[in-house]
């Protein structure tokens, strides 16, 4: 009873540093996105993933690349971290004709020093 | 562009009241729309959605919302708050002709007095 499964949970890094952020669904959902979270705001798209081997970006998706691994796994990248990405950062599954998703990982947050 | 406004940054009841949460939102056509909760610490949960239909919508744990067209609004009730409903909510708005791309609000969050 898994459902969507990000890690790691907790991270710091340096400004600079590159760091993949894992997200896997056991449900069989054919949408993943990726979402920030900031402080006293709502989520705001990263990217999203309609299905395997398709990817979008989203409102926010500067200094981040995604991959669609396979229809389990949408990993999310951040090559050269920047402290204005300092955030916590959710992954989400939906079923097709669903447009919203529907089931979220319990984060990351992620601190950039 | 899409946009979603939440005006109550807090709110407080007294356990076994009412509840409502406000949710405005702008869009240029019928949206979909959506509320979350979210407990500390944890991912949103999706509480209850309008796709089409009957304007008003029954989710889980007790939740109902009602889509107003002409106040552009989509306002979560419930009628007897518990503690165990403390949490943040979050309305959202998403695009009918693309899949995937949406706006949250910024959250209104609950506090349940005793």
């Known amino acids: 009873n898994a459902g969507v499964t990000q890690t790691p949970k907790f991270q710091v890094l340096k400004t600079g540093q590159s760091m993949t952020l894992q997200c896997a669904q056991d449900m069989n959902h054919n949408s993943m996105y990726w979402y920030r979270q900031d402080p006293g705001m709502g989520l705001r798209l990263i990217y999203y993933s309609a299905s395997e081997g398709t990817t979008d970006k989203g409102e926010v998706p500067n200094g981040y690349n995604v991959s669609r691994l396979n229809k389990r796994e949408f990993s999310l990248r951040l090559e050269s971290a920047a402290p204005s990405q300092t955030s916590v950062y959710f992954c989400?599954?939906?079923?097709?004709?669903?447009?919203?998703?529907?089931?979220f990982g319990d984060g990351t947050r992620l601190s950039i020093l | 562009a899409q946009s979603v406004t939440q005006p109550d940054i807090h709110i407080t009841v007294s356990e076994g009241a009412s509840l409502e949460l406000r949710c405005n939102y702008s869009y240029g056509a019928t949206p979909y729309l959506f509320w979350y909760v979210q407990s500390p610490g944890q991912g949103l949960q999706l509480l209850l959605k309008?796709?089409?239909?009957?304007?008003l919508v029954q989710g889980i744990k007790g939740f109902e919302a009602e889509f107003k067209r002409s106040q552009s609004s989509f306002n979560l009730r419930k009628p007897s708050v518990h503690w165990s409903d403390a949490a943040e909510y979050f309305c959202a708005v998403g695009e009918r002709t693309n899949a995937g791309k949406s706006t949250f609000g910024d959250g209104t969050t609950l506090t349940v007095k005793p």
């Open positions: 309008y796709f089409s239909g009957d304007t």
């Open positions: 989400a599954s939906s079923n097709p004709g669903h447009n919203q998703p529907q089931h």
